[in-house]
């Protein structure tokens, strides 16, 4: 079976936070049949990313609710009614939950992505801590720390809003991520445009459109990037397990790693910490890339420590 592509599990988890609405239509149905029909393994998936959903909601927070709505006919047509009845219930609980406050974190190395009730995607990055409220006129969500990649469903009459300290990135409808740093708030925005302001400094106000990137503080804009969309993208590698470096020093490349492992990369050696290296590894082989970098460049590597891989200047 072909593997599931990025477009299609977005598709998928969009489909399903629509049908868990109350405003599925025939004409939703007919969108979704066609999906279903243009790819193999696009109803597994489907199911997938349902059973996914019902995942988030807490047992303690679960509703009863006696009367399942009516499935669509796609469920019918297909011998799910009786099976899927109790998942369209829990379902409802589910975005009942998900529109008054819902809390997530994910462990070192977990990427997590996330349907939410509005129809958005919002995808986790490893060790990061979040909450999402959905609100009649507002959408919002506030980073304790970490980084998440929204792909924010239009909805003009309810802003989408992420809180990250007192940096703030406002959008209706587009794709943009927000990490925070030690040294401030990452906004990178890969479709539409985004607002980003501080609410120290109601002047330090930026719009951001698709390739921008900005740092910000609480009281300065630290950095600021145009039309660079493929750094754009190669920052946002990790959505698919991967990390890509381009003329990155290896210091910053050993911080990108620790992010995603228990076993520590550590610049032993000054005097290597500013070699740049280009690369494309998976987030979990810390070993791949040290024998990359010790192939490449005059570098050594101490691994008397199991827990931690050193690098240094090679003697």
Sequence with gaps: MTPATEHDRDMAARFVARMDGENWSEADEAELQLWLDGGAGREGLLLQVHAAWLAT???????????????????????????????????VGAQRWLDARSSFATRVGEIRRVPLADGSVMTINSGSELTVRMARGSREVEIAQGEAWFDVAKDAARPFTVAAGKVRARAVGT????????????????????ESWSEEDESLRLRLAAGERALLSDTAVVHYESD??????????????????????????????????????????????????????????????AEAVKASLNVGIDESDPRVIRLMKSQ
């Design 57 to 91: 909601t807490p047992a303690a927070e679960e509703e009863i609710v006696e009367e399942a709505p009516a499935a669509p006919a796609f469920w019918r047509r297909r011998g799910f009614m009786g099976a899927m009845a109790a998942s369209v219930a829990a379902a």
């Design 175 to 194: 794709a943009f991520s927000v990490r925070r740093r030690e040294t401030g708030v990452e906004v990178l925005v890969t479709e539409g445009v985004v």
């Design 228 to 289: 660079r969309a493929s750094a754009v993208d190669r920052s946002l590698a990790w959505r698919s397990g991967m990390i890509d470096l381009n003329g990155t020093s290896l210091s910053e490349a050993a911080d990108e790693f620790n992010r995603y492992n228990q076993r520590q990369i550590i610049i032993a050696d000054p005097a290597v910490a500013d070699e740049q290296f280009d690369g494309l590894f998976r987030i979990n082989d810390p070993q791949g890339f």
